[in-house]
């Protein structure tokens, strides 16, 4: 039993606060808010505005009536009182606001020259809402000689307002928590999506390292219907909804990457292991051949001395190849740049493989070409090129070194007059432990792994491989690398 400590789960209240769908909702509800506020503002606004043009319009008449039958007595000002107007002689000049010249031309003539002011009637005692309705706007303006005061009550008109604002109060309260809901499920239906994604994330996290090929295509087939052209039949996603697309797109690039990659994985564990079987198995049948006979005939201890040291040699250099390659997959070789001549570097490679293989003919072609780069890792690989041409070039044959500056590219090749490739296998000579004849791996040596070492190194150094290659005509490989700066091509003899 496990004796790591779980972690407590998260108050619902936490997940809660830190959800998106909780997020999502409370910035709706308060947008909604905003808009009833603003909505309610601009209600009040009008309101006030109507009340204005109303009383103003009220004033007017009322100055013609006054202008006609003077102002009106006891009796005729309580009439006018349940109209919400009063009027009254002032025995003092009129005080208030007067409007802009270029105002006052919107209005009637006699009202025009007036002073303005709103008034409240009751003190500061009084209930908020009952001075509100004692809330009065007065007109004063000059009247043959005299002034005459002319106030419309609001009183009437709050009450009217009042009892519809509260009513629309009501309504927005019931469409604001009814919203709340909605807004919620709206928000948890279009997030379904991603939580979906996310639990198929989790799945692939949960499984890790023992994450079959069979259950890596089941996970994959999950979001494989996901992408910019239709919906997936499981996970449904909007056409509107560009970022989950996005999302889908990313997730199933991911798991691509992960399942191509595992295979590859897979493949590369059981071609090692089909590589190091073999001679394991040939070391095995010697010692058994020397266990039961081998110690008293030299010819087959001699025999199986020879046998087991080449194929240990043969272990070593797979053995050596595979930790490269281990290494370079988890990026610890740290490349030691250097400036220098690839062309020089050729020529060093050609004259050692010359002197180890005396069955080909060597050729150069050189033209001056500086790189920076790592050159032990560089001779590596032209090394490789050179055994791999040696390999399936007949004896006498011909191996030609050339390099050349092409722009900000210097480029290496090495060309054989062999066998060649056939066009349907030149895609796959990179990959590890691919060998085009099967049936000459143990006569040419090798596990496969030179030219995919080759081609890593190359790629690290931030270049490519090139391959020509034709059947009983030869092949060329090339390495195009990134050119040392300041270089220039000048043209060397020719070996």
């Not at 108050?11 to 830190?18: A, C, E, T």
């Not at 000059?142 to 009042?162: M, P």
């Not at 010692?287 to 001395?305: C, F, V």
């Not at 004259?351 to 150069?364: C, F, R, V």
Request: some cysteine.
């Amino acid at each position: 039993m496990s004796n790591k400590r779980q972690k407590p789960p998260e108050p619902f209240g936490d997940r809660f606060r830190f959800s998106i769908v909780y997020k999502l909702s409370l910035k709706l509800f308060f947008r909604l808010i905003g808009i009833f506020l603003t909505l309610d503002i601009m209600v009040c606004i009008l309101a006030a505005g109507a009340f204005i043009v109303h009383s103003e319009k009220q004033a007017a008449a009322a100055f013609e009536i006054v202008s006609e039958t003077g102002v009106p007595d006891e009796i005729s000002s309580e009439w006018l009182t349940l109209s919400g107007l009063s009027v009254s002689e002032l025995d003092r000049a009129p005080r208030g606001f007067f409007l802009p010249e270029r105002v006052r031309r919107q209005f009637v003539e006699p009202t025009a020259f007036a002073a303005r002011r709103f008034e409240v009637g009751l003190g500061k005692g009084s209930p908020p809402l009952e001075r509100l309705k004692s809330l009065s706007y007065i007109i004063e303006l000059e009247h043959y000689g005299g002034a005459v005061r002319i106030a419309a009550s609001a009183k009437t008109f709050l009450d009217i307002f009042i009892d519809v604002f509260i009513g629309l109060l009501i309504v927005e309260l019931i469409i604001l928590f009814s919203k709340v809901f909605e807004d919620a499920r709206l928000v948890r239906r279009t997030l379904k999506p991603i939580y979906e994604l996310e639990m198929a994330a989790q799945t692939l996290n949960k499984v890790g390292s023992r994450l079959d090929p069979g259950e890596m295509e089941s996970l994959a087939g999950t979001l494989e219907g996901i992408n910019a052209a239709r919906l997936d039949t499981r996970i449904k996603i909007e056409e509107t909804q560009e970022e989950l697309k996005g999302l889908a797109r990313a997730i199933n690039g991911m798991l691509d990457r992960i399942s191509e990659s595992y295979r590859a994985q897979v493949r590369f564990v059981s071609d090692a292991s089909h590589e190091l079987r073999t001679p394991i198995s040939v070391i095995q049948g010697y010692a058994n051949l020397l266990d039961r006979w081998g110690k008293n005939d030299e010819k087959t201890l001699q025999e199986s001395i020879t046998a087991i040291k080449e194929e240990a040699a043969n272990m070593k250099e797979l053995v050596e190849q595979l930790l490269f390659l281990a290494r370079g997959d988890n990026n610890s070789i740290i490349l030691n740049l250097e400036d220098f001549s690839l062309s020089e570097l050729s020529r060093e490679v050609a004259g050692e493989m010359q002197m180890i293989d005396g069955a080909h003919n060597y050729h150069l072609k050189l033209s001056e070409t500086r790189v920076s780069a790592d050159r032990a890792l560089i001779k590596q690989a032209l090394r490789i090129l050179v055994d791999n041409a040696i390999k399936y070039t007949p004896s006498g044959g011909n191996i030609t070194f050339s390099t050349e500056q092409d722009g900000e590219h210097s480029k290496v090749s090495v060309q054989d007059d062999g066998i060649g490739i056939c066009p349907e296998a030149v895609p796959r000579i990179f990959d590890r432990f691919y060998r085009t004849d099967e049936s000459r791996a143990r006569a040419t040596g090798g596990a496969g792994l030179g030219l995919s070492i080759a081609r890593w190194i190359t790629l690290r150094h931030g270049g490519h491989v090139e391959v020509l290659s034709r059947e009983g005509i030869g092949t060329r490989i090339t390495l195009i690398l990134p050119a040392a700066k300041h270089s220039e091509s000048t043209a060397l003899q020719k070996a």
